[in-house]
């Protein structure tokens, strides 16, 4: 497979609590992705993967690039980030960043994105039954959707919500758990108000967390080590989001080795108050109209 690897030196401002990126050298910050270049496949996205490296950290740099072709196979312990490239994509996320969209249309955009990636987070990822059934004109081979085997989809409120809303129409089989979780504008540190999760997963079983924004990581990471204490693996894990941020990346990538991060964009940075920046502002607030 070759590989695509691009090198970003990054001099942004992060809050006191926002990981650091790893450095190669004295003055600046360095992010390594690793881009993979795969032939077409009959799917609705053709997905770039991002696969992220820790290495000692620095909370500085401005943003140059350079990019050399390498052969590199693909480490089933990194954490992978899909940004599928889809004009759908593209055009929802943009309807949720215009400051103008109205709650109803708000929140249908955040339902829609959340549609599509889920759509291809399932992809080569479901478990399935084969056999034959009677069509109108014969006998045919035919292949569905496990059902005894529902995808565990978890919003974490109130945002998740909205992304996660179209879940069961994506999903032939599932059960939602709800966890929410809450963020003080000041420290910037989760608080867990409600959990709905069972008091333990069955073994193997597959899991949607989603969370609109990955800004800070702090309330993503809250979420998944909960997770890991009811018997979830990472490799089980696939978090939905709709905008990311550098800094939840890299903390994800370093406490969680083989997790898959689907999102529609990466921004650059967040600031001081730990929103995305440029973002699309309190994913919650711009849903709900509260």
């Given at each position: ?80 980030v899909y940004v599928p490239p889809h004009p759908l994509i593209k055009h929802w996320v943009s309807v949720l960043r215009n400051e103008q969209t109205p709650c109803p249309i708000f929140r ?29 004109m014969g006998v045919a081979s035919v292949e569905f959707i496990d059902p005894r085997e529902p995808v565990a989809v978890i919003p974490i409120l109130r945002a998740g919500l909205a992304l ?26 989760p608080t867990i108000y409600l959990n709905k999760l069972p008091e333990k997963f069955a073994e193997g079983s597959k899991v949607f967390v989603v969370d609109p924004m990955l800004a800070t ?74």
């Amino acid at each position: 497979m070759a590989w695509c690897r691009i090198h970003f030196n990054l001099n942004l401002p992060f809050p006191s609590d926002a990981a650091s990126f790893p450095s190669t050298c004295h003055s600046s910050s360095h992010l390594s992705l690793s881009l993979p270049t795969t032939t077409p496949t009959p799917s609705l996205f053709k997905t770039r993967k991002i696969s992220f490296s820790s290495a000692s950290r620095r909370t500085c740099g401005a943003v140059n690039s350079h990019m050399t072709m390498e052969e590199k196979p693909l480490s089933e312990n990194r954490m992978l980030v899909y940004v599928p490239p889809h004009p759908l994509i593209k055009h929802w996320v943009s309807v949720l960043r215009n400051e103008q969209t109205p709650c109803p249309i708000f929140r249908n955009a955040m339902a829609e994105l959340g549609r599509l990636l889920m759509y291809e987070a399932s992809r080569d990822w479901l478990p399935t039954v084969s056999g034959e059934i009677q069509s109108p004109m014969g006998v045919a081979s035919v292949e569905f959707i496990d059902p005894r085997e529902p995808v565990a989809v978890i919003p974490i409120l109130r945002a998740g919500l909205a992304l996660a809303e179209h879940a069961s129409s994506i999903l032939p089989a599932t059960k939602t758990y709800h966890l929410g979780i809450s963020r003080d504008e000041e420290t910037l540190q989760p608080t867990i108000y409600l959990n709905k999760l069972p008091e333990k997963f069955a073994e193997g079983s597959k899991v949607f967390v989603v969370d609109p924004m990955l800004a800070t990581g702090g309330t993503i990471v809250a979420a998944l080590n909960l997770l890991k204490e009811h018997g979830v693996g990472n490799k089980q894990i696939k978090v939905i989001s709709a905008v990311s941020a550098p800094p939840a990346l890299q903390k994800l990538s370093e406490q969680f080795p083989g997790l898959h991060v689907y999102t529609g964009i990466i921004d650059p940075t967040v600031n001081e108050k730990g929103f995305i920046i440029p973002g699309l502002g309190d994913a919650g607030d711009r849903s709900y109209g509260t």
